[in-house]
């Protein structure tokens, strides 16, 4: 019962976090699953870095699919570049048991996710570009 409701807890509070608390926590859920997956392969538990490597999957592409090309202009269009080759790195890493690959795409989540974190938190957030990686009906 305690766990149902702290499920439901997350998820209500995932639903109404702010766009750029939503971001990061992509990019750390990425990371962790992608964490998760090199060290699946390592122990041979296929079954589950398979799992965790397509829940990275998921939210790079939810993180690419939230662009908005319109008004992040080139950011954006860089973005989807570097989403996509994330992602066809890391199903070619897959294919080939390449875990060098995993953590570098690991260590470009990592800093991207901290380029966000410092713009987001930067006091004068006016002068910096807006990520505009948020659909508008976030």
Known sequence: MVEKGMG??????FLTADPKKLILICYRQAILNLKAAREHYLAKDYEAKAKALQKALDIISEL????????????ARNLDALYKYMTRSLLEADIKRDLNMFTAIIRMMEELGSAWE??????????LPSPHMIPAAA
Not at 64 to 75: R, T
Not at 118 to 127: D, G, L, M, N
Request: aromatic fraction near 10%; avoid cysteine.
């Open 8 to 13: 439901t807890y997350q998820e209500v509070s």
């Open 64 to 75: 690419n699919n939230a662009l908005d090309f319109e008004k992040g202009g080139s950011i």
């Open 118 to 127: 410092e713009i987001f938190s930067h006091k004068e957030t006016a002068a």
